[in-house]
């Protein structure tokens, strides 16, 4: 398993709208094993594969950060098939690293997709782990979560992260 650097705004494969996944083959499945490890190495509680660069249907997720050995979960060509309820949480992103707004998501979710075996899985969340798979299934059709917010909470952030990468590049 290897580390994978993350790609971060404005990267154009961040932008995309990421393929089907066609086959669950060993490329495939060394794919989401560099994703675990470089997620758990971020750290973060999620990542999808446009953020290490390839352009396909895939994400894992782990909002216990590596805490609960249950919570690791991986959606190949995952579909949110019902959203209910509205909520407005504070969120960031490992590419749009050191800035973080209040995002609205809905606050219920049904997520479809099929497991790393290639087993259709379906499953219903709250809370975080609903706002982490509306999180990265987003990130499968190039968005980003402050896309999500209003006009000037977009600004806001990117505003930010500019500004941050500013003084990251004079040290
Ligand atoms: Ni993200």
Redesign the pocket.
Known sequence: MAVLPIREYPEAVLRRKADPVTALDAELQRLIDDMIETMYAAPGIGLAAP?VGVPLQVFVVDVSGGKDPNALMVFINPQIVSATGRVREEEG???VPGVYGPTPRAARVTLRGSNRAGEVVEVEAEGLLARAFQ?EVD?LHGRL?FDRMGLMGRDLIKRRFRRLKRQQERR
Do not use: N
């Open positions: 953020q992103c490992l590419s999180h990130h979560f």
